[in-house]
């Protein structure tokens, strides 16, 4: 018989210090002395205000180890804020610092909802606790992100004033990166390497990818704003995207040592909460099986759980989890630490082609001449129509001579008697003359 379950919700909550001094070290210090299982984020910045991963129970207990290391719900959200008081310290949960959370959640609270240790348990109940953890019929995603937080931190990212550096990487052709620079009205450098491309370009318009058939396989999307951290968008074939922010948790710092706890299930409920609480396996579960799953978790979780170190390096683990080369993901990345750097351009490659928008005509236009080569997925470039179609770009004399070889065979089929022979005959006329002209134009192109 399955144990009960808790739902708990991970808050994003703030406290602030009434002085104006560094709020950290006396918040992890009020923390440490209630033994919560908490979590303080953003690193060693200092500051009035700490933002914290705060556990708390539907009504209203906040998650802390007993003296056995086993669960307590001794203490209330009211308890902590009490104690974060006579520190002259102000907790915040949502709107405002009076919102106590409610069963079924606190409007307003940017919060990730769990399924975690089982309902009522108490401080003797440790095997209840691993019969829930260990039981194969629980789903995996114990702990569900916040969708409109996730939504509303996007669009504002999106939207951003400032212009945003993207780098697009797939399995697309020229054609997509042309179509980009029309719609956004930017510059789109192009590169490839093996079967991936970058698109790369900065706008400050909100967007979606364009591509075409599921041959090409996920868009994966990094955006590098001035300011903020930089966010990855994932396309799958299906249309729907996943969000990561691989860089947002890197400095998330628990407030008790995960190693230290002696009772492994509790250990790893806590680790679970701190690296699960923004909703990464929700977003990893839609990408389907063609992903390293577990590295773009390392890439994501806290450098403290055993993440990816490092700001870029994350982002370069990140994106090679894909299959991304390596080589395209430096192309990407400026080359100072910080990321980004007002003015930092990407390194450029020899190969690099440069797509402006040059209106419609002429855009249309230029992916009839680019051919079936350019329209055709990187990783169907070897089918034996793709090679063809190169080899005939390549030698214009002999593209000449199969056109109107079509030609004389479409004449010939107008003159049949048959009504079905005549209208082949018709395509095939019309088609040689249509290549014809494409082929002019590439030659004077050349």
């Known amino acids: 018989m399955k144990a009960p379950q808790l739902a708990f919700q991970v808050h994003h909550a703030v406290v602030t210090a009434g002085d104006g001094a560094d709020a950290r070290e006396r918040v992890l210090a009020v923390l440490r002395q209630h033994r919560i299982l908490a979590a303080l984020r953003g690193g060693g910045r200092s500051g009035p205000e700490a933002a914290v991963l705060l556990p708390v129970t539907q009504d209203g207990a906040v998650l802390a180890l007993a003296a056995d290391d086993r669960l ?98 797939s399995h697309r052709g020229p054609w997509a990166a042309r179509l980009t620079a029309q719609i956004l009205g930017v510059d789109v450098e192009y590169l490839e390497d093996g079967d991936w491309s970058l698109y790369r370009y900065r706008t400050d318009r ?8 599921g041959a090409d396989g996920l868009v994966v999307e990094l955006n590098l704003p001035v300011h903020g951290e930089a966010w990855v968008e994932v396309t799958v074939p299906a249309g729907e995207t996943a969000f990561f922010w691989p860089n947002a948790e890197r400095e998330t710092r628990p407030t008790l040592d995960v190693e230290a706890i002696a009772v492994p299930e509790i250990a790893e409920l806590y680790r679970r909460m701190l690296t699960e609480a923004d909703g990464l ?12 799953a577990e590295a773009v978790r390392r890439a994501c979780i806290p450098e403290s759980l055993g993440g990816v170190a490092g700001e870029r390096e994350r982002l370069t683990a990140f994106l090679t989890a894909f299959g991304v080369p390596p080589s395209l993901a430096a192309a990407a990345l400026p080359d100072a630490d910080s990321l980004p750097a007002p003015g930092d351009e990407a390194p450029s490659a020899a190969a690099t082609r440069r797509f402006a928008p040059q209106g419609w005509p ?66 095939a006329v019309l088609d040689g003359l249509a290549d014809l002209g494409l082929l002019a134009l590439r030659i004077r192109r050349r």
């Open 281 to 292: 396996e929700d977003e990893i579960a839609l990408l389907g099986r063609d992903v390293d």
């Open 206 to 213: 909100p967007h979606g990818v364009i591509t075409g058939a």
């Open 72 to 169: 307590s719900f001794g203490i209330t959200v009211a308890d902590l804020r009490a104690g974060f008081a006579a520190e002259g310290l102000a907790l915040a949960l949502g709107e405002s610092a009076d919102a106590d959370p409610v069963p079924g959640g606190d409007e307003g609270t940017d919060a990730a909802h769990v399924d975690g240790a089982t309902e009522g348990l108490t401080d003797d109940a440790t095997e209840d606790l691993t019969e829930v953890l260990a039981d194969d019929g629980q789903r995996d995603e114990d702990l569900l992100a916040d969708d409109a937080a996730t939504a509303q931190f996007a669009q504002e990212h999106g939207a951003s004033a400032e212009p945003v550096r993207v780098a697009e990487f």
């Open 362 to 427: 002429a855009v249309i236009g230029g992916i009839l001449v680019g051919g079936l080569s350019e329209t055709v997925p990187l990783t169907a470039r070897s089918h034996p129509v793709a090679r063809l179609a190169r080899a005939l770009e390549r030698r214009p004399q002999l593209a000449a001579a199969a056109s109107t070889a079509e030609i004389a065979a479409g004449v010939a089929l107008l003159r049949g008697r048959s009504g079905l022979a005549r209208v082949i005959g018709a395509l």
